[in-house]
């Protein structure tokens, strides 16, 4: 069965620190996607990045980055220089197979509290 | 482009009453999933319809059901209401394939007294 492990339940760091989220995650299918949500105060989830499992290649966006690696089953994400605006729950989510392509599966969240 | 759409947006009901939430995609979106979001169990998947069909479902009781219209707009029904419904309902929408990435709504807050 699938899993997403986020051992992290809270955050707090004081802005421009650097912070990484963790997560791991558990398949036994060889094609799978991972994501990563935002969810601000307001409720609304809001989607950050997609990666297959085919490719681990290290994503940076700005002062978001990820780090895939398939031999640890994990993909963390780092905020850099982190902003107030920053705080938020995050979702990082598994979904796996053809006929499960639309079903996600999600960590329990990581609470991120940047102060200023 | 408008994004994912709910209503309502908060919602009030008893033990024992029936409820019905409407989610619109994001035109052109014909994958709508429903999630439900509770402190306790977190997000949890419902079910996804595809073109007016159900193409996937989470472990929830027969309660719960959902359906999807011509227009790709989607919703979801929960019958005999029970204290542990309340929650917040997310709906999420994705173009057509598979392995998209999903758009969520603000979702619908139900309150079940």
């Known amino acids: 069965a699938q899993k997403v492990t986020q051992a992290q339940t809270e955050i707090s760091v004081v802005e421009k620190e650097d912070v990484t989220l963790d997560c791991v995650y558990e398949t036994r299918d060889t094609t799978y996607y991972l994501f990563w949500y935002k969810q601000p105060p307001s409720g609304e989830l809001v989607f950050l990045i997609r990666r297959n499992s085919f490719d681990e290649q290290n994503e940076i966006s700005g002062r978001y980055s990820w780090n895939f690696q398939k031999s640890t089953s994990s993909f963390n994400f780092t905020i850099t220089a982190s902003q107030v605006v920053d705080s938020a729950v995050y979702f990082c989510a598994l979904s796996e197979g053809v006929t499960g392509a639309q079903k996600l599966v999600f960590g329990q969240g990581t609470r991120l509290t940047i102060n200023p | 482009k408008a994004g994912v759409t709910q209503t309502p947006r908060y919602l009030i009901k008893t033990r024992g009453q029936q409820v019905t939430l409407s989610c619109s995609p994001i035109s052109g979106h014909r994958s709508v999933s429903w999630y439900q979001q509770t402190p306790g169990q977190g997000l949890q998947f419902l079910f996804e319809?595809?073109?007016?069909?159900?193409?996937n479902k989470g472990n929830f009781p027969g309660r719960f059901s959902g359906r999807q219209f011509s227009n790709s707009r989607s919703e979801m029904n929960v019958s005999t209401l029970e204290l542990g419904d309340s929650a917040l309902y997310l709906c999420a929408s994705s173009p057509n394939g598979v392995y998209n990435e999903q758009f969520f709504g603000p979702g619908t807050r139900l309150t079940v007294l």
């Open positions: 319809y595809f073109s007016e069909t159900q193409r």
